[in-house]
């Protein structure tokens, strides 16, 4: 940690953070240049708070010299992580596009959407039992039942199961319901109560990034799962708030390299939620798998326009057959596979 | 709700929309524009899905025309609601100043800021038992000991307290204190089972705004909270997500009149998180009152250098002190008081 | 155009909408719903301010309902555009790869560097003269004398130039040295006289996005150069302004299928400038391809950690030329080359 | 400037970073820490580009410690700059209003627009004769015989006038209707030549902030004007770029105080378009003088409904002199007068 001092601090302020930087446990290196005083805090700065430091009189800024991240850190883990689930590698050569409708709502919707998963060529299978919805006056998804319908339905096809869990509650109804991997949406990416339990548990996760998280904050959220003794955590980019109107969300494509940089963990994208448009799908997941991601999480409906909610942007099963052909040979062009 | 039809769209396609429509249980209005036709739909659109008419081949756009919000709307309610918390009303002509520290510590400390809070003029305290941190190896607060810790040193200068509900777990925990006010903070504004847990119960309830919620989100997360029962809903700006880096968040005054236009419940304001530097507070915390908020929400701490959290956003007992005559003098300009 | 009243609005209200529309030149088709009162105008709307109608009392909101677009949209000419520099034309099945340093330094650096874009297989060259720079202290640029050294080390290799016109006095400067394609900059996307007049010229213009401009006013923006005669535009992607802090702007690979729906006009990407690293511009390049761009602005540097100006940003020779490989397989898994 | 090296580079990589600064003329001064070492650079750091250090091998990010600006920097001058518009001073303990239509139109509304800002007790009149437009089909402005109706209906009252210049070849005319303060619009605050013409003349010039333009950027805009050796320079915050929809710009109240704390010189806020719409700027207007504005910029015309442009954010007469009357209310509040 390197704590600036303003052009006109004197002494006296310099050594009240000298004093502090000891009280906290650091060791101190004064650095004095021709405008300003620099000093530098040795020892570990992830147990400290930069705040205690920025309120000293004198000091004009604290800037962090290590990342606060640390299991899930590159520094820590070098190789890239693979994540199974059941027999399913995410994060290797495979790229794993996991599709499958926005929301459970019947049987036999759920039978059609699995064989038309499995058919497109796909491995792991996607559907929501439990809704975020803005309104509360809109459906807000069929829940246990809808979890058993979706089992039900994939199983048939041997695909794993990937569904959101919003309320903490329901956890043991998850784990019940054999859930292989666990989504955290974007409006609880920061809801901590909900990441320290599912660090308990062994499961796979699935961490969708907040609607306005940096990829630090994203990372700090992830450390908070991974610090509970699970570490199966797969990162979701799925569009972040712009001022931009046309589409719901601005997909952050540059993401993933960062991320790729940053993490050994396996990294994914959404593109159904980032456009909110089916017929930018296609160009979004082709970006998406040419930037590097792992995998992608594909809205599919067997009749979009039927669809109980977020119709407008479901492929229909000939669109996502199309596109997994398309994904192919962008992975093959880079050495990678569908 | 309007439904805008592509300029290449099709009499087939209007036909579409006009049966989608009546499957719906609503009416259809269609307009033949020169390049346009515009089809407006008849019913209570707030039960229907846009995207379900967005799907529609032909149809370029969907608007509203209905705010999707209804308890909280002022449409529903003209006049000015008053949460009264205890015998302090909020919402009316005064002004109420909630101070207190960032994070319950010990209770030397807690019977120190109490004191300070009453002394300042302040009819209510804040203090936060349960802390929502970025990262996982940062101080979590004191939990339930925290919460009675705060009731203890509030209770002797007859302050009602306000405290942060993260966990839905807690809930219990909170009635058996006491807790007078729940806060939902700005992590959990999209929480949606837990707004729907407190709005079951008769608190009163500040809602923070998510991170970069937009005002009509906002809007209805209220409404999953007012849709249970639970009325008692006090808004609080805190800033929002931005470019800018001076600072930690920008507090969108412009929200309080908005909200004040929109919504019959009170408007509070946080300038201590928006700005995130003790210096900036008193120019925030002027500017909420001048734009016409109901209330503010300060962080106040006996001894600001010595805080276990935010220790740089926090005023001291004698800041505070000179804060409320400044304001005083600002209510007064504008026919209110503090 | 549609007026939606507000709920409250009488009928003098709807009739003031009425009597405005007709002073307009418009049309008036007034429905009356359950809640609400809509009103259509019948007529041109691309001639009539919005605002005019959204002040009188009883109105909520007026949305459009034509784009404000004409000559750039896709609705009047449905074909994709070429636009040909010199033999080179951008917006086919070719996509074109532009290099080149961020800054002319010196004649050597420009010959070692136009003989390196030409032997990565690019067929046009990049290169600025005029340099907008955050300090009025750093480095402006060589100007004219830098484009004499670009013109003579292009020239040899038959490449075309492209470089940033920043003040319209320079424009006959730029004719003069055959300046093959005009770059407007982000900064001066809004930059209504400087876009005036290279409407007049009739050499191509790669219009740059806004840092904070949305795809609407982008392509207004076009539309202004358009108005003036000259249609040989091509957009630039360069990415936003965003919250993120850990690269220089958030690249919008959405923007690219929007602007491909939106305009026949031909779409570039700026890598280089969205990242502001060159270890991200792989990732970056490789998905603006598969999402659909016609063409890349990259940076690159003869001896990148030598140059004046964006140092971290700019390839070396060996890194365009495996990047060009990786985009060739690309561009084939979608049918087209580079 | 502070080097911060990445976990793993070696002793060779250190060493080149101190090469390269000895080769820009700074100085070097490293110290190890337990997991990063750290370089600081001695010597004045502006007049180096932090990307020639970036690139640099081994090198994990760069850090400033010096403030880029120096002659608009409060350090440089810790009085506050009072401007002088003929006898009006801006920046003093006098807060000016300055007010008038979006545009001038004909020479009765000028006539009309002139007596009413005079009537409210605003000492300086704002117009404008050329107007940037989104569209360019849209009212471009009066020009030059707008400046001279402005110029005559402006004397009648001894107002001095504020209009905006958006191209430099206009500049002439400026100066020669005497043109009292020339305004800079949000497009055009990193048009940097045109910075440059204004930092020739010895006009005071009011600089509106870009339209996502960081604090740090706005004030290097501010420098490039003082640069030339004009410091008659006023910022005017106009609102910034958001997410939220309901208004046309989110008003960063927070700049204010920041401002004032990093340079001398006044600051004003445009509540008008900032919000868009009339009834938001009273709100507005009053949180800018509470959080410390030295000055206003606010649309009045004197029939609203019938404004050539941005009708709906004008206020009428009447409502300019309620406004005065609570800003004289708040001023007087805090020590200041209107």
């Not at 596009?97 to 019947?106: L, M, R, Y």
């Not at 859930?179 to 109560?193: C, E, K, L, P, W």
């Not at 589409?247 to 790729?260: E, Q, W």
């Not at 979009?304 to 997994?324: G, H, I, K, V």
């Amino acid at each position: 940690m390197i704590i600036i001092m303003r052009a006109d601090s004197g002494e006296q302020q310099i050594h009240a953070v000298e004093a502090k930087l000891k009280a906290m446990g650091m060791g101190a290196h004064v650095s004095r240049g021709i405008e300003r005083t620099v000093i530098g805090a040795i020892g570990d700065e992830r147990k400290i708070d930069m705040e205690a430091l920025e309120v000293i009189p004198g000091v004009d800024n604290v800037v962090r010299v290590m990342k606060p991240y640390k299991i899930v850190s590159r520094d820590s883990h070098p190789e890239n992580s693979i994540v199974n689930v059941k027999d399913v590698p995410i994060g290797g050569k495979q790229i794993q596009v996991i599709a499958g409708p926005c929301s459970v709502e019947t049987q036999p919707q759920m039978d059609s959407a699995a064989a038309s998963v499995a058919e497109a060529g796909c491995r792991l299978m996607r559907g929501g039992a439990f809704k975020p919805r803005t309104s509360p006056y809109a459906f807000q998804g069929t829940g246990v039942q809808g979890l058993e319908m979706f089992r039900q339905a994939a199983d048939r096809h041997h695909l794993p199961i990937v569904t959101e869990l919003m309320d903490v509650r329901m956890l043991d109804k998850f784990l019940k319901n054999e859930v292989d991997v666990i989504q955290i949406g974007t409006r609880n990416m920061a809801n901590f109560d909900l990441l320290k339990e599912v660090g308990k548990v062994h499961k796979p996760v699935i961490l969708k990034r907040g609607m306005s998280a940096t990829i630090s904050e994203w990372l700090m959220a992830a450390e908070y799962i991974a610090a509970g003794g699970n570490h199966n955590i797969i990162f979701c980019e799925r569009g972040v708030r712009s001022f931009e109107t046309y589409y719901r969300n601005m997909l952050d494509v540059t993401a993933i390299p960062v991320l790729k940089r940053e993490t050994h963990l396996p990294v994914i994208v959404d593109p159904s939620h980032a456009g909110g448009k089916a017929w930018m799908v296609p160009a979004l997941a082709r970006a998406a798998v040419a930037a590097g991601a792992d995998g992608l999480l594909v809205e599919m409906h067997p009749c979009p326009s039927e669809a109980w909610c977020d119709a407008d942007q479901a492929l229909s099963p000939q669109e996502l057959a199309t596109l997994m052909g398309e994904l192919g040979a962008i992975a093959g062009a880079l050495g990678r596979e569908v």
